[in-house]
Structure formats: structure tokens, C-alpha cells
């Protein structure tokens, strides 16, 4: 099968930066979507943002010019770059994957998440 595992997350102060990592290992064909998710305490899962292979990533309203995804295909590796953290941002922060583990089947994969805190 496949494990996403997800790196990166800690304590870091409002206006901060932080880069999170989510690599992908096992059966891998190809990887046709990632995407990061958060989910706060006490709230639903919300979409960070996603990139599809080939394409632009595309993210929610809330991280929009504060997060940047980037993919490694040599590495099966996401990357979510963000910036100008606020209190606001503390969340679990997962990764999700729809990875071709053969060329004819899909599967859709979630990583174990990474704590964020922003906080003074």
C-alpha cells in the first residue's frame, strides 16, 4: 500500500513562516492529486490547498497569498509553504493523495497529520 507521512509542523510565532513536508512511499504507479488539509480543534477538515499532476495547485480563500504547494515528483513529496501565520492557522494539517497504485486503480490516501501552532 501506500503511507503518506507529513513533516515540518511545530510552534511558531504570528507572521511566521513554516513548510510542511508530505512524502509518499510504497505502491506508486503515479500520483494524480495531493492536497492539504486542517482541521482545528472543535472544527470540521477544511481544504488548504491541492495540486493535480500537470497542473496549478489551487487553494482556499483563507490561505490564499499566504501558501504556496509545490511537488517533487523525484521525491513524491508536497510541499506547503506558508507565511504570515495567524493564531487562526493552528491546526492539525494532514495530507490526502489519490495515487494510482496501478495503472487501471485509484486509491485515496490520508497521511497521520502535523500539529501547527501559531502562538506568541
Known amino acids: 500500500q501506500v503511507q503518506l507521512v507529513e513533516s515540518g509542523g511545530g510552534l511558531v510565532q504570528p507572521g511566521g513562516s513554516l513548510r510542511l513536508s508530505c512524502a509518499a512511499s510504497?505502491?506508486?504507479?503515479?500520483?494524480?492529486?495531493m492536497g492539504w488539509y486542517r482541521q482545528a480543534e472543535g472544527s470540521e477538515r477544511e481544504l488548504v490547498g491541492r495540486?493535480?499532476?500537470?497542473?496549478?495547485?489551487d487553494y482556499a480563500d483563507s490561505m490564499k497569498g499566504r501558501s504556496t504547494i509545490t511537488f517533487d515528483n523525484a521525491k513524491n513529496t508536497m510541499y506547503l509553504q506558508m507565511i504570515d501565520l495567524k493564531p487562526e492557522d493552528t491546526a492539525v494539517y494532514s495530507c490526502?493523495?489519490?495515487?494510482?497504485?496501478?495503472?487501471?486503480?485509484?486509491?485515496?490516501?490520508w497521511g497521520q497529520g502535523t500539529h501547527v501552532t501559531v502562538s506568541s
Open positions: 490526502n493523495a489519490d495515487v494510482r497504485i496501478r495503472r487501471w486503480e485509484t486509491k485515496n490516501f
Open positions: 495540486i493535480v499532476s500537470g497542473g496549478a495547485p
Open positions: 510504497g505502491i506508486i504507479f503515479s500520483i494524480d492529486t
